[in-house]
C-alpha cells in the first residue's frame, strides 16, 4: 500500500499497439523506447497517482503471447500484491481477451483491480486512443470505497467500458470500440463521470491471501463445426496424440450434426478420456442441451455444456485446470462449475 495516502499503480508492459510509434526516419512502426514512455503521456504525472511501468522486455505482439506469458503476469502481480493499489496490463488487443481470461481463473481471492487495456492506434500516433485509454483505467484501477478496491475483478477497459475480462472478445479489427461482453453487463461506463455498476461487479465475501494457480497444460484444442465438415477432419482432431480436452463450437443453441459417424467419433473419443465441453458459435445466449435432438444426443454421450461462455475464457480454463487439477473427474467438475463469473448456469 502506498505511505503518505497517495495511491500507486504497476503498469505492466508486454507489447501491442499500444507500445508502438513510427521511427522517424523509416516511417515503419517500431516498440517505443521504453525509458521514453513519460514522454509520450506527459499526463501521467498529473494523475498524482504512483506509477512503477515494468516493461516484458522484448515487447511482443500479442499473437506471440503464451501460457508462459500468463503465467509471468501473474507472478509479478502477486510479488508487487502489497505494494501496489492496483495493476495495469497495456497488452495487444488481439488476444487480450484470452489473457484476461487466464489471469481470472490464476489470481484467487483477488481484492484488487486488475485492468487490461491497449489501444488501436499506436501511442506515438496524433490521434491515437491509447491515452484516454491508459488514463482512464489508471483512475478505475486506484478507485476505492470505504478502503476496498471498487472493482475487485480482472477487467479489460477499452474506449468507453471497463468489462469483466472473461466475458470479453475482441469484436472489432478497426474501430476504437474494440471489445464486447455478449452475455454479462459492463462493469463501469466512462463519461463525463466515472459510473460502476456495483451490483454487477464481484466483491469478495471475506478477505483472503491472494492465491496463485499458474501451472497450465496446452493439450487442448478447438473443433469449430461446419456444414459439410468430413468424418477425416472431425477424426483426425480427436485423435491428436496427448489430447486432453476439446471446445466444440456447435451451431445455435448446441446443436450439431446427427450422423452417426459424427456421434460415433465423439463417443469413441469420450470414452478414450477425452473432455468435449460444447460452446456455441453464436455470440450471445448460451448451450441448451436437450432442447433439440440434436444437442440431445451429446448430452448422451457425456459432452459437457458451456453455458454461455466465451471460446477465449473456455481455452484458458481448460488449460488452468488441466495444469492444476489431476483427476479428469475433478477438471469436469470445475468445468461445470462457474470459477469466477465466466458463465452463467442457467436451468432451463
Ligand atoms: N497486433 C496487435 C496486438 O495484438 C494489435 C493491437 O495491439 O491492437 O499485439
Same mark, same amino acid.
Given at each position: 500500500?502506498?505511505?503518505?495516502?497517495?495511491?500507486?499503480?504497476?503498469?505492466l %508492459?508486454?507489447?501491442?499497439?499500444?507500445s508502438?510509434? =513510427?521511427?522517424?526516419?523509416t516511417? &515503419?512502426?517500431?516498440?517505443?523506447?521504453f525509458?521514453?514512455?513519460?514522454?509520450?503521456?506527459? =499526463?501521467?504525472? =498529473? #494523475?498524482?497517482? !504512483?506509477i512503477?511501468s515494468?516493461?516484458f522486455?522484448?515487447?511482443i505482439?500479442?499473437?506471440?503471447?503464451?501460457?508462459?506469458a500468463?503465467?509471468?503476469?501473474?507472478?509479478?502481480?502477486? /510479488? *508487487?500484491? +502489497?505494494d501496489?493499489?492496483?495493476?495495469i $496490463?497495456?497488452?495487444?488487443?488481439? #488476444?487480450?481477451?484470452?489473457?484476461?481470461? &487466464?489471469?481470472?481463473?490464476?489470481l484467487? *481471492?483477488?481484492?484488487?483491480?486488475?485492468? %487490461?487495456?491497449?489501444?488501436?492506434?499506436?501511442?506515438?500516433?496524433?490521434?491515437?486512443?491509447?491515452k /484516454?485509454?491508459?488514463?482512464?483505467a489508471? /483512475?478505475?484501477?486506484?478507485a476505492?470505497e470505504?478502503?476496498r &478496491?471498487?472493482?475487485?475483478?480482472?477487467?479489460i477497459?477499452?474506449?468507453?467500458?471497463?468489462?469483466?475480462?472473461n !466475458?470479453?472478445?475482441?469484436?472489432?479489427a478497426?474501430?476504437?470500440?474494440?471489445?464486447n461482453?455478449?452475455?454479462?453487463p459492463p462493469?463501469?461506463?466512462?463519461?463525463?463521470?466515472?459510473?460502476?455498476?456495483?451490483?454487477?461487479i464481484?466483491?469478495?465475501? /471475506?478477505?483472503?491471501?491472494? !492465491?496463485?494457480?499458474?501451472?497450465?497444460d !496446452?493439450?487442448i484444442?478447438?473443433l469449430?463445426?461446419?456444414?459439410?465438415?468430413?468424418?477425416?477432419?472431425?477424426d483426425?482432431?480427436?485423435?491428436?496424440?496427448?489430447?486432453?480436452?476439446?471446445?466444440?463450437e456447435?451451431?445455435?443453441?448446441?446443436?450439431?450434426?446427427?450422423?452417426?459417424?459424427?456421434?460415433?467419433?465423439?463417443k469413441?473419443?469420450? +470414452?478414450?478420456?477425452?473432455?468435449?465441453?460444447?460452446?456455441?458459435?453464436?455470440?450471445? @445466449?448460451?448451450?441448451e442441451?436437450?432442447?433439440?435432438?440434436?444437442?440431445?444426443?451429446?448430452?448422451?454421450?457425456?459432452?459437457?455444456?458451456?453455458?454461455?461462455?466465451t471460446?477465449e475464457? $473456455?481455452?484458458?480454463?481448460?488449460?488452468?485446470?488441466? @495444469?492444476?487439477?489431476?483427476?479428469?473427474?475433478?477438471?469436469?467438475?470445475?468445468?461445470?462449475?462457474?470459477?469466477?463469473?465466466?458463465? #452463467?448456469?442457467?436451468?432451463?
Amino acid at each position: 500500500m502506498s505511505k503518505n495516502n497517495q495511491n500507486s499503480v504497476l503498469l505492466l %508492459f508486454t507489447g501491442g499497439t499500444i507500445s508502438m510509434a =513510427e521511427d522517424p526516419t523509416t516511417g &515503419a512502426l517500431r516498440p517505443i523506447d521504453f525509458d521514453r514512455l513519460q514522454e509520450y503521456l506527459p =499526463e501521467l504525472k =498529473e #494523475t498524482g497517482v !504512483r506509477i512503477k511501468s515494468v516493461p516484458f522486455l522484448p515487447l511482443i505482439d500479442s499473437s506471440d503471447i503464451d501460457p508462459n506469458a500468463w503465467e509471468r503476469m501473474a507472478k509479478l502481480i502477486e /510479488e *508487487n500484491y +502489497d505494494d501496489f493499489d492496483g495493476f495495469i $496490463i497495456l497488452h495487444g488487443t488481439d #488476444t487480450m481477451a484470452f489473457s484476461a481470461s &487466464a489471469l481470472s481463473f490464476m489470481l484467487e *481471492n483477488l481484492t484488487k483491480s486488475v485492468i %487490461f487495456t491497449g489501444s488501436q492506434l499506436p501511442i506515438g500516433r496524433m490521434r491515437s486512443d491509447a491515452k /484516454e485509454n491508459l488514463l482512464t483505467a489508471i /483512475e478505475m484501477a486506484v478507485a476505492k470505497e470505504n478502503g476496498r &478496491a471498487v472493482v475487485p475483478e480482472v477487467c479489460i477497459f477499452f474506449e468507453d467500458t471497463l468489462f469483466r475480462g472473461n !466475458r470479453t472478445t475482441k469484436k472489432n479489427a478497426e474501430h476504437f470500440s474494440a471489445f464486447n461482453s455478449y452475455n454479462y453487463p459492463p462493469l463501469a461506463k466512462a463519461g463525463v463521470h466515472i459510473k460502476y455498476f456495483n451490483s454487477v461487479i464481484h466483491y469478495p465475501v /471475506e478477505k483472503k491471501k491472494l !492465491r496463485l494457480k499458474t501451472k497450465t497444460d !496446452r493439450n487442448i484444442t478447438i473443433l469449430k463445426l461446419f456444414p459439410g465438415i468430413t468424418q477425416e477432419v472431425v477424426d483426425s482432431i480427436l485423435n491428436i496424440p496427448n489430447l486432453k480436452a476439446v471446445v466444440l463450437e456447435t451451431f445455435g443453441a448446441g446443436n450439431a450434426p446427427r450422423k452417426k459417424w459424427f456421434q460415433e467419433s465423439l463417443k469413441k473419443a469420450i +470414452d478414450k478420456g477425452i473432455i468435449i465441453v460444447n460452446k456455441t458459435q453464436c455470440h450471445t @445466449g448460451s448451450v441448451e442441451m436437450g432442447l433439440y435432438e440434436t444437442s440431445l444426443n451429446l448430452l448422451k454421450a457425456g459432452v459437457i455444456s458451456g453455458h454461455d461462455i466465451t471460446t477465449e475464457a $473456455i481455452v484458458a480454463k481448460m488449460m488452468y485446470l488441466l @495444469g492444476e487439477y489431476e483427476s479428469a473427474d475433478d477438471v469436469k467438475k470445475m468445468l461445470e462449475t462457474d470459477l469466477c463469473g465466466e458463465m #452463467t448456469i442457467s436451468s432451463f
